[in-house]
Nanobody, 118 residues
Framework: VQLQASGGGLVQAGGSLRLSCTAS????????MGWYRQPPGMQREWIAG???????NYADSVKGRFTVSRDNAKNTVYLQMTNLRPEDTAIYYC?????????????WGQGTQVTVSS
């Protein structure tokens, strides 16, 4: 399975962006899906995701500003980001994984840069 993350760019504070994570085949309902980000000089952190077909959870830092949605027909998960702040500047990654149930897997997208200017 390949994951393609896209939609990053440069935006002013208060603006919006929508990231996409497209899988090469249907997999999101069979796995745990997560959006992560890695700010400059910092470690990668989880920001949002869902397990199988359950509801989505969000990190406190993005709750109320970011929304995850899914288009099963397109094998795509979106991350709608609103009211962006300079501290949201990071490389954003998507991930799908499954552990404890065979077959296990762990796939990452290549990352997409989001830069928020003040």
């Amino acid at each position: 399975v390949q994951l393609q993350a896209s939609g990053g760019g440069l935006v002013q504070a208060g603006g919006s962006l929508r990231l996409s994570c497209t899988a090469s085949r249907s997999i999101f309902s069979l796995s745990t899906m997560g959006w992560y980000r890695q700010p400059p000089g910092m470690q990668r952190e989880w920001i949002a995701g869902f397990a199988f077909a359950s509801s989505t959870n969000y990190a406190d830092s993005v709750k109320g500003r970011f929304t995850v949605s899914r288009d099963n027909a397109k094998n795509t998960v979106y991350l709608q980001m609103t009211n962006l702040r300079p501290e949201d500047t990071a490389i954003y990654y998507c991930n799908v994984h499954r552990r404890g149930v065979q077959p296990e897997f762990d796939y990452w997208g290549q990352g997409t840069q989001v830069t928020v200017s003040s």
